[in-house]
């Protein structure tokens, strides 16, 4: 499974962005999808995840703001980030699960690249 994330750029505090994560390969081996990030000399941390079935979980510091979504005839995950905040600076990762997955990233089976966001004030 190849996982391409795209979307991340610079925002102003208040503003939104629109993280997209397209997956191929072996896909049908695929329940969960989700977006980790990180920020420098910390670990990478769960932001939101999706079920292939649709089942949602949030991040406490994202819930209210963020929403994921997946589209399973694409193959495609979305993260759509508003009300951002500094604190979400971050490099964005999209990853995947034939199983399950854990907050600091246990379970994950692929990762897609980071991709920079960044919140100004």
């Known amino acids: 499974v190849q996982l391409q994330a795209s979307g991340g750029g610079l925002v102003q505090v208040g503003g939104s962005l629109r993280l997209s994560c397209a997956a191929s390969?072996?896909?049908?081996?695929?329940?969960?999808m989700a977006w980790y990030r990180q920020t420098p000399g910390n670990q990478r941390e769960l932001v939101a995840s999706?079920?292939?079935?649709?089942?949602?979980n949030y991040a406490d510091s994202v819930k209210g703001r963020f929403t994921i979504s997946r589209d399973n005839a694409k193959n495609t995950v979305d993260l759509q980030m508003n009300s951002l905040k500094p604190e979400d600076t971050a490099v964005y990762y999209c990853?995947?699960?034939?199983?399950?997955?854990?907050?600091?990233?246990?379970?994950?089976?692929?990762w897609g690249q980071g991709t920079q966001v960044t919140v100004s004030s």
């Open positions: 990853a995947a699960s034939r199983l399950s997955i854990r907050r600091n990233g246990f379970g994950v089976d692929y």
């Open positions: 999706i079920t292939s079935g649709g089942l949602t």
């Open positions: 390969g072996s896909i049908l081996s695929i329940n969960v």
